[in-house]
């Protein structure tokens, strides 16, 4: 257990849909990050909180948004799914804003869009 | 164009084998991972660099600023080794880079 919870594990759901992933930092941490793992396109950043506000926006769809809450977790919701947005979504956590410090992964939200 | 490279994209080693995994990179750089992500698909973060060399164990990385560029290297590799390696900077501009990993295979 790395300390960063993730939730669901495994999601399926339709086309059009809407979901929220939902991610624990681990304790004392105050950014969390969210990545999209897919086959064709690999590890994609997606966005950064820290103490809940954004710190960084990546290749973040519109039809994507997140926050964090000030308990320090975090969603992330996905609307109007396609199939294309079938992926593996990592959380990670790390104690600052700033890269000098490592990150801890959560074990991930496999979704599955049908 | 890749802002990370990886090389090899494959690599198949025997147990006891030193390995070495290399990082390009193309985009100015505040910190570079090394990530190792196991069949399962869970990610663990490796090393965190900013300069020099980092040890743990049996893994060293090194980056060189001005080359950009770093390797992980594996001393007396171990079957439990097997994963793919993934090298990720994050740019001055506060973006995120990923390689397309390294996938390793350790025989017995």
């Known amino acids: 257990d790395s300390g960063v919870t993730q939730t669901p594990k495994h999601l399926i759901t339709a086309t059009g849909q809407r979901v929220t992933l939902r991610c624990s930092p681990r304790?004392?941490?105050?950014?969390v990050y969210w990545y999209q793992q897919s086959l064709d396109q690999g590890l994609q950043f997606l966005i950064q909180y820290y103490n809940g506000e954004e710190r960084a926006k990546g290749n973040i769809l519109e039809r994507f948004s997140a926050q964090q809450f000030p308990d320090l977790h975090s969603e992330l919701n996905l609307s109007s799914l396609e199939l294309g947005d079938s992926a593996l979504y990592f959380c990670?956590?790390?104690?600052?804003?700033?890269?000098?410090?490592?990150?801890?992964f959560g074990s991930g939200t496999r979704l599955t869009v049908v | 164009k890749n802002e990370v490279e990886q090389s090899p994209q494959n690599l198949t080693a025997q147990e006891g084998e030193f390995i070495t995994i290399n990082c390009s990179y193309s985009v100015g750089i505040s910190a570079l991972h090394w990530l190792q992500q196991h069949p399962g698909g869970g990610i663990v973060s490796l090393f965190m660099l900013s300069s020099g060399k980092k040890k743990h164990g049996r893994l060293i990385a090194t980056i060189n600023i001005q080359e950009k560029h770093s390797s992980l290297h594996i001393t007396a590799s171990h079957p439990r080794d097997s994963a793919v390696y993934i090298c990720a900077v994050r740019s001055t501009g506060n973006q995120f880079y990923f390689g397309t990993g390294t996938s390793l295979t350790v025989i017995p």
């Open positions: 304790s004392g941490d105050l950014s």
């Open positions: 990670a956590s790390s104690v600052s804003r700033e890269p000098g410090y490592g990150y801890t």
